[in-house]
């Protein structure tokens, strides 16, 4: 399986960005997605994360009321939806798969990142 990220780049603080995540190679439905953020420096923060249909998305404190993750199956692809961006949001965000669903279970992918920087 794979991830690609995109959507990032250069945004002035409390601006917006959308991060896109398009899975290939495994049944995207079956997988909780995740994002993930590292800035330099830092370890690597669970950003957000959308369960597989039907459950609810759950988000860090630090982004609450300002990220929303969603995910459209039929496209296999998660978004990450940004706004009023903060220099501290600035990182390298990552895609992750973690199998939810059996004979999923235990098999994950990492995506290799896109770059948000928040800078005037």
């Not at 896109?20 to 995207?28: D, K, N, P, R, V």
């Not at 630090?62 to 199956?73: A, E, H, P």
Request: with cysteine; hydrophobic share 35%.
């Amino acid at each position: 399986g794979q991830l690609v990220e995109s959507g990032g780049g250069l945004v002035q603080p409390g601006g917006s960005l959308r991060l896109s995540c398009a899975a290939s190679g495994f049944t995207f439905s079956n997988y909780d997605m995740n994002w993930y953020r590292q800035a330099p420096g830092k370890g690597r923060e669970l950003v957000a994360t959308i369960p597989v249909a039907g459950a609810t998305a759950n988000y860090a404190e630090s982004v609450k009321g300002r990220f929303t993750i969603s995910r459209d199956n039929a496209k296999n692809t998660v978004y990450l939806q940004m706004k009023t961006l903060k220099t501290e949001d600035m990182a390298m965000y990552y895609c992750y798969a973690k199998g939810a669903r059996s004979p999923h279970y235990g098999m994950n992918y990492w995506g290799k990142g896109t770059l948000v920087t928040v800078s005037a």
